[in-house]
């Protein structure tokens, strides 16, 4: 009978084990991986990114828990976020623009880092190259391409003689794609009217100055103008002026025209190396993806008509894909 009621009592034990793992394991909170995402500023490009970059990696694996934290602009408060990310453990970050992948890469000696919308990752001294990145960090690239954008401004209106230059000076990836735009400008007889702005609260006054200097303005994909589109664009219509801008949402919030990327793919791609570093993958060995191929002219037909640009005709024939904006 001791017998009976022991092995009884084995039994209940074992299946009382069984059943509590299987618990454990449907709930995946023992294996389950967490992402972290830090993000400089909020405005639609790099918004796009991250919604894309999230889908992409609970479609493949949903138990993977993401946690999102924006810096809404401030430097400090982008590494107090990426020294939070060590302390909680997550398994990866991935981080959204120049800045944010700069404070990233502070951290990454620790958690393996993936950047998006980066311009110039050798620039920002985020990896030794391209095809071998080096350390604990690889990403994509959104390398603006400021030739291209230039000459669909001097093509759109070919009257130009002047162009403004508005960019944050502390930001990396603005500063390079300005001494490109400067390099165009001194190889196609272009006079060039530079404002540079380290404090967002700036930014108007940089804009009207500009507009009564030069023929038109160029800003790239800079963080800080992006999220103030608003007011930089209201002193484009008000004086006349025609901006060329670094990303297509920057068109979408009142810039006249750009040449550039799918954004969406842009964030796909950076969710597919975030499920490969964790499955295993050093991002060593992911290269940096550069995303400058099947570009599209992107035009605020609304802005476009404003300002009575009659070349449009010739820049649809001209061009394989052009994405109107209104």
Not at 61 to 72: G, H, L, P, Q, T
Not at 81 to 99: E, L, N, R, S, W
Not at 220 to 233: G, I, L, T, Y
Not at 309 to 318: C, P, R
């Amino acid at each position: 009978m001791k017998k009976v009621l022991c092995l009884a009592m084995s039994l209940l034990m074992v299946c009382t084990l069984v059943a509590c793992s299987g618990d454990k394991k449907d709930g995946g909170n023992s294996s389950s991986k967490k992402v972290g995402i830090v993000q400089i500023v909020d405005h639609a490009s790099l918004n796009t990114i991250r919604e894309a970059a999230v889908k992409e990696i609970t479609d493949t694996d949903d138990s993977i828990e993401i946690v999102y934290k924006n810096a809404n602009g401030d430097m400090s408060t982008l590494n107090t976020i990426c020294q939070q990310f060590k302390d909680d453990g997550v398994d990866a970050i991935i981080a959204i623009a120049t800045p944010s992948a700069m404070a990233a890469a502070n951290v990454s000696k620790d958690i393996p880092v993936i950047f998006s919308a980066v311009s110039d990752p050798i620039g920002a001294k985020l990896v030794d190259s391209l095809e071998k990145p080096g350390g604990n960090i690889t990403g994509t690239s959104d390398e603006v391409q400021v030739d291209q954008i230039l000459a669909l401004a001097t093509e759109m209106l070919p009257e130009t003689k002047s162009i403004g230059l508005l960019y944050n000076s502390g930001e990396v990836n603005s500063v390079s794609n300005m001494n490109k735009a400067k390099e165009y400008a001194k190889a196609n007889g272009l006079e060039v009217y530079e404002s540079a702005f380290a404090n967002t609260a700036d930014i108007q006054s940089s804009m009207q100055n500009l507009c009564q200097q030069a023929d038109i303005v160029f800003t790239p994909n800079d963080n800080s103008v992006a999220s103030a589109m608003d007011v930089v664009s209201a002193v484009a219509n008000k004086t006349n002026t025609p901006l060329f801008v670094g990303a297509d949402s920057m068109v979408a919030d009142g810039g006249l025209a750009t040449v550039g990327i799918d954004y969406t793919s842009l964030g796909k791609e950076t969710g597919k190396m975030t499920i490969k570093v964790l499955n295993g993958t050093s991002p060593a060995d992911i290269p940096v993806k550069v995303f400058k191929d099947n570009l599209s002219v992107y035009i605020n037909t609304d802005v476009a008509n404003k300002l009575n640009i009659t070349t449009l005709d010739t820049i649809k024939k001209n061009h394989e894909t052009v994405v109107e904006v209104k």
